[in-house]
Nanobody, 116 residues
Framework: QVQLVESGGGLVQPGGSLRLSCAAS????????MGWYRQAPGKQRELVAQ???????HYRDSVKGRFTISRDNAKNTVYLQLNSLKPEDTAVYYC??????????WGQGTQVTVSS
């Protein structure tokens, strides 16, 4: 069983920055794809960024050039650096660990609010 604990959310003004962290328990982290998703009120959950076990990354178009996903396998932690934040980035951000269809885990979510 894997547990994911997110941190780093908060209230920030437009144009500001935040760094989200997600710490994973267990031994499959380094072999897993890690993703950050978000869900705004009344909207479906959407993929924001993903990093595979080899370090390759993928971003949704609306965050390219502003957000950066990275991972530290020694710390079992994945990060999401959010820069140049916009009000439309406001959402609950969730961390996901995917190893296979039997090992697909979610964190509890962390709120990001972008407002002046």
């Amino acid at each position: 069983q894997v547990q994911l604990v997110e941190s780093g959310g908060g209230l920030v003004q437009p144009g500001g920055s935040l760094r989200l962290s997600c710490a994973a328990s267990g031994s499959i982290f380094r072999s897993s794809a890690m993703g950050w998703y978000r869900q705004a009120p009344g909207k479906q959950r959407e993929l924001v960024a993903q990093i595979n076990s080899g370090g390759s990354t993928h971003y949704r178009d609306s965050v390219k050039g502003r957000f950066t996903i990275s991972r530290d396998n020694a710390k079992n932690t994945v990060y999401l650096q959010l820069n140049s934040l916009k009000p439309e980035d406001t959402a609950v951000y969730y961390c996901n660990l995917y190893y296979n269809r039997y090992n697909d885990y979610w964190g509890q979510g962390t709120q990001v609010t972008v407002s002046s």
